[in-house]
Structures are given as C-alpha cells and as structure tokens.
C-alpha cells in the first residue's frame, strides 16, 4: 500500500512540471517530443540492461500498436485538447469516473466482480471530494457550469476510457512474456511520433519552444517522473493489485496537488482538504482490506 501512496505523490508532482513545460511549448509538440524521448530511453534501457528478449512476436504487433493508441496517443493528446476549455476541478470530477471505467471493463474483459466492500470503498472515497468541490462551487451559475456536459467533457471522458483500457492491453502483454520497459517504451515511441504528426498537422511549430535550456530541465523533470518511474510502478504492481484498485487510488491524487500547492505556490490548506483526506483514505482502506483477500487473475482474453 505504502507504494501506492508513493507512486500517486509522485504523479501528482508531474501535473506541476508538466504545467510548468507548457509555459513554453504547445500541448501536441510536448506530448510527441517527450514520448519519443521517454520512449527511446525505456528501450535503450530495455535493449542492453535487461535480461528480456529485446523482440517482438508477429502475432503482437497488433497489440503493441493497440497499447500505442490507447496508453499514449488518444489518452493524452484528448485530455490536453480537452483542458483547454475544461475547468480544473471539472476534470477532477470527470477523472474521478476512473475506477468505474476500470470496473466495468474488468467485469467484460476479466470476469472481475466488485464485492460491496469494494463499492462502499469507492464511493467514500470520491465522496471525499465533495468538501473541496465545494471550495469551488459557492454560486448557482458555477454549480450550473460544473453540471453542464459539452463536447470538451466528453472528449475528457473519452481519454479516461482510453487510458483505463490501456492497462489491460498491458496487463496482457506483461502476461506474454515482454517486459515494461519494452511495453511502455514502444507504446511511448509510437505514439510520440503519431502526436508529433498530430502537432505538425495542426500546431505552428516553426518555433516550437520559446526558451529551450528552462523547457529542457521541466521536460526532464516530467519524464523522469511520470515516464520512467510512474508508469513502470503502475505496472509492476500490477503483478498485486488489481487495476481498479490502482485506478480508485488516484484520488490521492488531489491531496498531494493541494499538498504541493502549498509548499511550492503559497497555497492554504483548510478543513475541508484535512476532511477531504480523512474520508479518501478511509475509502482507501476499506478497498485496500478487501483487496488483499484476492489477488488479480488473469484469465484468457484476446486484445489482439
């Protein structure tokens, strides 16, 4: 669980670099440029540390080009596109559907059912959302805002069914004998080179970034800890926890951002953060005790 807790402050710390890389680039270059980067390096790793097999079955591509679509190019190009007309805590409301999404996938695709443990767990948690929702939501006319669902919401929504999606295409090639560096680096790979495609279809790039020695340092910030130690932890634990375990507990996610915040921002921190904390990690707990009873399974599925 302590790793859990590790891996979403570290996530958390990626939305502050990647907000902080965007000052000086726009959204499709960044996503192409750090994937391909990101990428190469998994696979540079990958190729000469590890002890896998540095190759790729025929019968595989498909999948591998699948997890690229799903894992990078359509979770993250659509999610970028989508923030810049949704509010933020709109898209907290939105990413909260995650564990939902993940849930109902693995009753599809795994035959995996939620005990009520589990449900009660989860609805706690995002329970514990509601007092810094709230903070947000003090008029008619933002509540009505919030409530509203346009073409940007559901384009949000669309990257949170994407990128859940992914980690069962993970999930499956981690159960074909290929390894996370090699996995996550081709996916990263291939769908920097389709968003770096997406940026020069459709974004100036003649200067694509406006202070290169300040981008360069926030860039390597963002990839070393999302790329190389978020996504390859997401999927190691895998190996323990089921998705929709690991999905549910990134609503710690907003703790560490108002945690952050006020060390790095001069933000404050007031009741309704500490309620809000108490009541997730309570959610938490009452998913984590039930999830310790049964570990994920894998049973067959052809994502290929």
Request: hydrophobic letters at 55%; a negative charge; aromatic letters at 18%.
């Given at each position: 669980m302590f790793l859990v807790v590790l891996m979403y402050s570290i996530l958390a710390l990626t939305f502050v670099f990647a907000k902080k890389a965007l000052n000086y680039t726009s959204p499709f270059f960044l996503i192409g440029f750090r994937m391909i980067i990101a990428g190469s390096i998994l696979l540079l790793y990958q190729r000469f540390f590890s002890n896998k097999p540095f190759k790729i079955e025929k019968k595989d591509y498909i999948l591998f080009f699948k997890t690229a679509l799903f894992h990078i190019y359509f979770a993250f190009n659509l999610e970028f596109w989508a923030l810049q007309y949704v509010s933020a805590i709109k898209s907290t409301l939105i990413f909260t559907a995650t564990p939902f999404v993940s849930a109902i996938l693995a009753y599809f695709l795994l035959s995996q059912k939620l005990s009520t443990k589990k449900v009660i767990g989860i609805i706690v948690g995002i329970g514990g959302l509601v007092p810094i929702i709230s903070l947000h939501v003090q008029t008619g006319a933002e509540f009505k805002a919030i409530a509203c669902f346009a073409l940007p919401d559901a384009v949000l929504f669309l990257a949170v069914i994407s990128g859940a999606y992914a980690w069962f295409l993970v999930m499956r090639l981690?159960?074909?004998?290929?390894?996370?560096?090699?996995?996550?680096?081709?996916?990263?790979?291939?769908?920097?080179?389709?968003?770096?495609?997406?940026?020069?279809?459709?974004?100036?790039?003649?200067?694509?970034?406006?202070?290169?020695?300040?981008?360069?340092?926030?860039?390597?910030?963002?990839?070393?800890?999302?790329?190389?130690?978020?996504?390859?932890?997401?999927?190691?634990?895998?190996?323990?926890?089921t998705i929709t375990f690991l999905t549910f507990s990134g609503i710690l996610s907003p703790s560490f951002g108002?945690?952050?915040?006020?060390?790095?921002?001069?933000?404050?921190i007031g009741w309704q953060h500490i309620t809000s904390l108490i009541f997730v990690a309570s959610g938490l707990f009452i998913f984590y005790r039930d999830e310790l009873k049964k570990k994920p399974q894998l049973p067959p599925f052809d994502a290929s």
């Open positions: 981690m159960e074909r004998g290929y390894g996370l560096g090699m996995i996550n680096g081709m996916a990263m790979l291939v769908g920097g080179i389709l968003s770096m495609c997406t940026a020069i279809a459709f974004e100036d790039l003649s200067h694509p970034v406006s202070n290169w020695p300040v981008f360069l340092v926030w860039l390597f910030l963002l990839i070393l800890a999302a790329n190389i130690i978020f996504y390859n932890m997401f999927g190691w634990l895998l190996n323990r926890y108002t945690i952050y915040e006020w060390l790095f921002f001069g933000g404050k």
